[in-house]
Structure formats: structure tokens, C-alpha cells
């Protein structure tokens, strides 16, 4: 089983239950998941990953294994073969998280519209 932090609407997770994991220990690695991804920018970009909507899905199965499906803000990002890396390091450092495995995707492909306010104030796109 696994809990998933699915991005149904820019920002704001579900999460599905897993039943091995306890549901107290499942809120902390969700928000500490959370928080390591708003550590991960793109350094041509003043926002965190998160918050511009790059996080597609995340999965937490029964082991901890954290498997990320992410975007870039376009498939050419000069970045784009070094960010994997920086968020499997994040997420890895989360207390209790056995693994990580991150997917590039670019289906959909990213736009505008997956910023959070947070990230269009930062960008001052509204």
C-alpha cells in the first residue's frame, strides 16, 4: 500500500492513507517531504519547486520509499539533467524516508497556471 501526495490543485496535496504506516507518522513525512521539496529552486527562478507547481505526484509506500513524478518549467531547462538529483537529496535527508526515486514527466506539460500565489507574488505574474 501507499500513501499518494497527489497535486490535484496547484499546491494542495492529498494524501491517500497507507495502512502500515501510522497516521501521525504519515502527517510528519508528508509535511517534511513538503518542506525538504521547498528547498529545491530553480536557480533562474526565485521559487521553490514546489510552490511552481513542478511536483506532480508523490508516493510514500509502506516502506518509505518516496517515488516523485516532477516537471520542468520547459523540457530544454539547463538544469534539467542536475534538479532530479537535488530532490532526491532533499526528500533522502527526511527523517524516516527509506529511499527516493524521481521521474521526469512532461505530461502534462507545466504552465502558469500550477503556480501557487506564493510563487506568482515572488514572480510578480498575476
Do not use: H
Not at 29 to 34: E, F
Not at 43 to 52: M, T
Not at 92 to 98: E, F, I, T
Amino acid at each position: 500500500m501507499t500513501a499518494d501526495i497527489a497535486v490535484a490543485e496547484p499546491n494542495r496535496p492529498d494524501v491517500a492513507s497507507a495502512p502500515a504506516i501510522p497516521a501521525e507518522e504519515l502527517d510528519r513525512l508528508t509535511d517534511d517531504i513538503v518542506a525538504a521539496l521547498k528547498t529545491v529552486y530553480d536557480p533562474e527562478i526565485p521559487a521553490d519547486i514546489y510552490e511552481l507547481g513542478l511536483i506532480y505526484r508523490v508516493e510514500i509506500g509502506d516502506d518509505r520509499f518516496v517515488s516523485i513524478d516532477m516537471t520542468l518549467t520547459a523540457p530544454g531547462c539547463p538544469v534539467a539533467g542536475e534538479m532530479p538529483g537535488w530532490v532526491e537529496n532533499a526528500v533522502g535527508a527526511v527523517q524516516g524516508v527509506s529511499g527516493v526515486k524521481v521521474a521526469m514527466t512532461f505530461d502534462p506539460p507545466w504552465d502558469q497556471s500550477r503556480m501557487s500565489d506564493m510563487a506568482r507574488a515572488a514572480l510578480d505574474m498575476w
